[in-house]
């Protein structure tokens, strides 16, 4: 790979390419260094010294100059005392807030700008103010002018006694051509196919361009007294009337319902643009004709909300005249800066609505304090200088649901200390804002690659989503707002002639409110005449130096339907009795299953992704809590008032469910609709009648004889179908209670067809209770162990968890038992504990207050557990694992996570934990995908495709895929029969679906994941971190959205996508007509042999490791696996090899000396010649020598040899090795 330097004199070149003119840079000698004048407007000069000699190859950066200062470059500079202070106090600030890594480019760049923004001298005055062209000018260039049809020419004039009139231009007589002819200075319009092109009062010109002298080219002769609030047009007056009474946010009671008036539609158009104000350059910019045009094009779109920003009065003036507006009952809010735009040169944003008006809104400013407790509180700002404001405007979803929209302009780059004020507004808008339902607009002023700005929203990513992201890759899409590289606007207002993406719309997850994006796309691109007369010149000009941003977005409110239940449902071999009572009672009965209502009515689940993060995710977490229990029916009861019969819980369970009720109240208050559903009464109907007679007469045989008694280890959401009230309820999700599942195990209740539990343990497929219960028995050891020092007694300011996650937390069979140990800050408090205040000292400094944690953890297992452990490790990578190997041979590997000033844990991911709980909530079926992921893992652990740190797919990655097989294609669940009833005719669909569909995906250029709002878009320096790395790509579920199968590599995707291919060629050589051939296809992939090495593996490396015992062995090995990702990555993209990894340790049976082998498609002696692999190689065995625990019997060695030696080999010591 050649590696491109750039040298002193390109960087210098660069400078020279954002100045007037190449001699504004020059370079002389001084002394022992260079000394570089750079010479900017106004006649100020920024100087300073560099050393040619050492920084030849080095950027040109604040630390490796020397000298560097602004100053006058000569006694020419007209600008005033005042003037300079605050250029060089700018320029000091400038420096103070660079890092030492900041180019002088960019330096250069801010200086230029602030110079063309805030300098105002004689000279610029004078080009702002061109001649306003006269009445016979005008005359004169459209007599001679053959491009302007003069039949189509009106000219008005005035009369002294009569006013007004008009005449052709052909008829018009001056006054020395006629005795009746009309004076020039008595013209007061032309106007071209009824446009008006020149009108002398208005100081318009659109045909030449021309600016006025005096005032400016949207005065009129009244101009409207107006103030900051919300204006509507009143058709009877024909004017623009403040509407009353006005409500701020903060006096805004959310108890009170919207009005039809406030509320917005389900689907709504809106339009975001900053329009360029009219102070920047007019002479180039000619916003005359811009204006104009950026009228036109709202008139053609007529949007629901318009967001305008850098609006000044002149354009207010014109848009407020415009007719469309006014009869199409807009609503317009108006800021203060706005409106005195014309005598503190100011300007502000504009939000207007069509239809419908805000039911309160504030206008602050922008530049919050820290200190700062409110983002609105006031609609006027008392200020001692002009401040950027934001508006916000609330308004209705329905009656209850209310979101508030913003239109902002956040501080440009020409700012002092921009990024640190983007920063921190945004920062505490995130954390200050009382309400969830928020979407940001606007000009934001920051692209996608400053980094700063990129860091406070990806803090706030998982809740606030930028819509333009969410809908196109950034890679292929953009959507550059900002682009002088097309915009020539945005060529003649920047600097740096960089392109980027400005403006957005930021919306923060909703409550109870779903969207859904119809339309986003850029407009305003086109560009436009400056003479609307002569099309054919080829002078052209933008609307803006910013395109615009057009959004159609649906708004669907989280509907509550009495067509979906949160249930209990009894099990299966319950049915049957229960039935028994209720079959000539209940006449509902064909609709409903026999259930315990816990939420009737519930939401209305739509199978969107909203749906998994607001509602499932939250339940499934909520729900394991809660670990399984039992419930008792003891007697059969009734509610006389509406003739209802039921079976009744005795009062423990009673209890419990009530617990486990007001715990959901507590998380779906949406779901309490009136005081009667707050006196929760569990009951489970089996008679309701017409009359109290019937009723009387049935209560009197309903009686229940014998107890009975039913495990509860899931929770049902029941669903019927909106456009049929005579389909039954089905089940949509199954969600499990407790923190782990319950492992799938033969004759296990709610589960699978017996037949299938019978194939599964006749194919050792299911764990083994011994084994499940060792592993258990562990968790529970540590559990109790950590909260003897960690507790509510010795602990106020900090929680801790002890969770489990991967395999064990899923339910299925895995070699280790892994755990996250999580220590939470809670918000601070006074009554703080000895220990409290040892781990607060240490908050600040994260590494040791994560070693002291880690020690004390290990105090306590060597204090608890030391008997019970062989093997004991602490593993410091970019996280702190505890590895502990125990006696019965039981691994538990430990996960530290340390949370500081964490306001809402339950809002934060657990590592390892949510990953697992969404795909649990994905599947709707866990007991099904238990099984689909059983078989699947143990397919690619028997062919050589599992296992992450070889190069190919870990278990996680299996999970998402499998878990898209199951909510894909899993078919609709009737019943519990529907679960219990699954057989292997059905999972063999379920597996040969898997097959086909991740055979053919296009993994080369794809990323597979569960969701496509799930992954967003990573910025430059998040693509270059090593979790996006991966030649297949599966995208985690959760946040911050890693690719799973990072560790893959071209030749091992292949080698995966193969073993796909393989088990579909082998599916369509056998039968699989009948139950038994399917299940002897299942058998026959279950039996596929791992084909390392392969017929393409010409040679191998053989690696050996030896120790004194195993357990060195182990630590050795390790090592190994840590370094082994960056050899095959070598091998591949700077070797270009073609490698197959094998994905087993081969121990020797004293298990204190083990190999490892990995396949190559050269033959040896190529092999060995290949000078980049050798020194691949060399670098990978170096990378023992580091190791810190290394000792003297912890040996490496390796040779190189054929295929055909090394099968050979193997014969000779096959019964001397163990795979694992």
């Known amino acids: 790979m050649i590696k491109t330097i750039t040298t002193i004199t390109d960087q210098l070149n660069s400078l020279r390419s954002i100045l007037r003119s190449d001699d504004y840079l020059q370079i002389q000698p001084s002394g022992d260094y260079e000394q570089v004048r750079i010479k900017l407007d106004h006649d100020i000069q920024i100087s300073f010294l560099f050393d040619s000699l050492n920084i030849l190859n080095k950027p040109l950066t ?19 005392n005042e003037q300079l202070t605050n250029i060089r106090k700018y320029f000091d600030e400038l420096i103070q807030n660079q890092n030492e890594s900041s180019s002088l480019l960019s330096i250069v760049q801010s200086i230029q700008d602030h110079l063309l923004k805030n300098i105002m001298t004689i000279e610029d005055v004078s080009t702002m103010s061109n001649k306003f062209r006269g009445a016979d000018l005008i005359f004169n260039r459209i007599l001679h002018d053959k491009s302007i049809d003069r039949s189509q020419v009106i000219i008005g004039y005035e009369d002294r006694f009569t006013g007004i009139h008009e005449i052709e231009f052909n008829e018009f007589k001056k006054v020395h051509e006629h005795e009746y002819g009309v004076p020039m200075h008595r ?98 910019i000619y916003t005359s004709q811009r204006y104009r045009s950026i009228l036109d094009t709202l008139k053609s779109l007529l949007p629901d909300i318009i967001c305008l920003q850098e609006v000044t009065y002149n354009f207010l003036n014109l848009l407020l005249n415009e007719i469309w507006l006014q009869e199409n ?63 916000i405007a609330r308004f209705g979803l329905n009656t209850k649901a209310t979101i508030d929209l913003v239109n902002l302009h956040l501080h440009s780059d020409l700012s002092r200390n921009a990024s640190g ?56 899409n953009p959507g550059y707002t900002y682009d002088p590289s097309t915009n020539l606007c945005a060529h003649i207002t920047s600097q740096s002639q960089i392109n980027r993406r400005l403006d957005r719309y930021l919306i923060h997850t909703l409550d109870n409110v779903s969207y859904s994006i119809e339309h986003l796309s850029m407009i305003g691109i086109e560009k436009i005449p400056i003479d609307p007369l002569n099309i054919n010149n080829n002078q052209l000009i933008n609307q803006s130096d910013h395109y615009a941003l057009q959004l159609i977005i649906n708004f669907r409110t989280r509907s509550i339907s009495h067509r979906s239940a949160l249930v209990i449902l009894p099990t299966l071999n319950t049915r049957s009795f229960i039935r028994s009572y209720s079959k000539e009672y209940y006449p509902s009965a064909g609709l409903w299953p026999s259930h315990f209502n816990l939420l009737w009515p519930f939401f209305d689940l739509i199978d969107c992704q909203n749906d998994q993060e607001d509602i499932l995710l939250r339940l499934r977490l909520l729900l394991s809590q809660y670990p399984s229990f039992s419930i008792k029916i003891n007697e059969i009861d009734s509610f006389i008032e509406n003739n209802i019969i039921y079976m009744k819980m005795n009062d423990e369970s009673t209890k419990y469910v009530r617990q486990l009720h007001e715990q959901l109240i507590k998380l779906f208050p949406q779901c309490l609709r009136d005081k ?33 008694e039913f495990p509860v280890e899931y929770i049902y959401v ?18 499990p209670l407790g923190p782990v599942l319950q492992p799938i195990n033969f004759k296990q209740i709610n589960s699978v067809h017996i037949k299938l539990q019978e194939f599964f343990q006749t194919m050792n497929l299911y764990e083994t209770n011994q084994s499940y219960k060792r592993k258990q028995e562990k968790f529970e050891k540590l559990s109790s162990c950590f909260q003897q020092m960690f507790n509510k007694d010795t602990l106020h300011c900090f929680t801790t968890s002890f969770l489990p996650y991967g395999s064990y937390r899923i339910g299925v069979n895995g070699q280790d038992l892994d755990t996250v140990f999580v220590l939470n800050e809670l918000k601070s408090t006074n009554n703080k504990t000895s220990f409290d205040e040892s781990l607060v000292q240490l908050k600040h400094d994260s590494n040791a207050l994560n070693n002291h944690v880690v020690n004390l953890l290990e105090t306590q297992i060597n204090g608890n557990l030391k008997g019970e452990i062989i093997f004991y490790r602490k593993v410091q990578a970019l996280f702190s694992i505890i590895s ?54 143990t397919w690619a652990q028997h062919v050589g495709l599992y296992e992450q740190v070889y190069g190919y797919l870990g278990g996680y990655s299996w999970a998402i895929l499998c878990a898209y097989i199951c909510h894909t294609y899993l078919p609709s669940m009737k019943s519990l029969s529907s679960i219990e009833q699954f057989s292997i005719d059905e999972l063999f669909l379920l597996v040969r679906q898997f097959f086909s569909t991740f055979a053919n995906f296009n993994w080369s250029s794809q990323a597979f994941r569960l969701y496509p709002k799930s992954f967003k878009q990573m910025n430059l320096l998040e693509k ?44 369509d050589t056998i039968n699989t007509i009948s139950p038994e051939d399917k299940l002897n296809a299942l058998k026959e992939i279950l039996e596929l042999n791992n084909d390392f090495p392969n017929e393409k593996v010409k040679s191998l490396v053989q690696l050996t490791f030896s120790s004194e015992n195993s357990n060195e062995l182990d630590e050795w090995i390790g090592w190994m696996k840590s370094r082994l990702a960056y050899f095959v990555n070598a091998c591949e993209k700077e070797c270009h090899l073609v490698i197959q990894t094998q994905s087993s340790i081969e121990y020797k049976s004293n298990n204190t000396e083990a190999l490892y082998s990995i396949g190559f498609q050269l033959d040896p002696q190529t092999l060995i010649q290949h000078q980049n692999f050798s020194n691949c190689l060399k670098k990978f065995v170096d990378q023992f020598d580091l190791c810190l625990n290394r000792k003297e019997s912890m040996k490496i060695s390796y040779k190189i040899f054929s295929i055909h030696d090394w099968k050979l080999e193997r014969m000779q010591a096959k019964t001397q090795r163990t795979t694992q």
Not at 62 to 80: A, G, P
């Open 62 to 80: 604040i630390n490796n100059v020397h000298d560097l200062r602004i100053t006058k470059s000569s006694n020419k500079c007209q600008l005033n």
């Open 187 to 284: 013209i007061r319009y032309f106007k071209i196919n009824g446009c008006i092109v020149w009108d002398r009062t208005r100081k318009l010109d659109i045909l030449t361009g021309s600016k006025q002298q005096n005032g400016t080219p949207y005065d009129t002769e009244e101009r409207p007294i107006l103030v900051q609030g919300l204006y509507h047009f009143d058709q009877s007056l024909q004017q623009w009337i403040i509407q009353y009474p006005h409500i701020t946010l903060t006096s805004d009671n959310p108890k009170v319902p919207s009005t039809n008036e406030t509320c917005l539609h389900e689907r709504y158009h809106i339009v975001t643009w900053n329009i360029l104000f009219d102070y920047y350059q007019p002479a180039l």
């Open 329 to 391: 009952n807009y609503y317009i809010i108006i800021m203060k800066n706005v409106i005195d735009s014309g005598k503190e040169k100011s300007y502000g944003q504009l939000m207007i609505m069509k239809n419908f008006r805000p039911r309160s809104f504030s206008i602050c400013p922008l530049d919050l304090s820290d200190n700062d407790e409110e983002t609105a509180v006031a609609t006027t700002v008392t200020k001692q200088k002009i401040s950027k404001e934001l508006l």
């Open 421 to 476: 004020k983007r920063c921190q507004t945004l920062e505490n808008f995130f954390k200050k804002m009382k309400t969830s339902n928020y979407m940001l607009i606007g000009d934001f002023n920051f692209g996608d690659n400053n980094l700063r700005e990129q860091n406070i929203l990806a803090l706030y990513e998982n809740k606030v989503h930028d819509l333009w992201k969410d809908v196109y890759n950034l890679d292929q």
């Open 676 to 708: 009667r559903s707050s006196c929760y009464n569990p009951h489970m109907t089996i008679g309701q009648f017409d009359n109290e007679e019937k009723f009387n007469e049935a209560k009197s045989s309903l009686i229940l004889h014998e107890s009975f």
């Open 718 to 735: 029941l669903q019927r179908p909106h456009d049929n009230d005579t389909t039954p309820f089905h089940i949509a999700y199954q969600l």
């Open 884 to 937: 502990i190997l125990f006696n019965d041979q039981t691994k538990v590997e430990i996960y530290v996570q340390i949370k500081i000033n964490n306001e809402k844990p339950s809002e934060d991911s657990i590592h390892g934990v949510q990953d697992i709980e969404r795909l649990v909530t994905y599947v709707r079926c866990p007991p099904i995908f238990q099984h689909l992921l059983t078989f699947i893992r």
């Open 1024 to 1067: 270059s971190s090593v979790h996006n790395r991966g030649s297949m790509r599966i995208i985690s579920p959760s946040p911050p959205y890693n690719n799973t199968g990072r560790a893959t590599i071209n030749s091992t995707r292949d080698l995966i996508i193969q073993g796909f291919q393989r088990v579909l060629q082998l599916l």
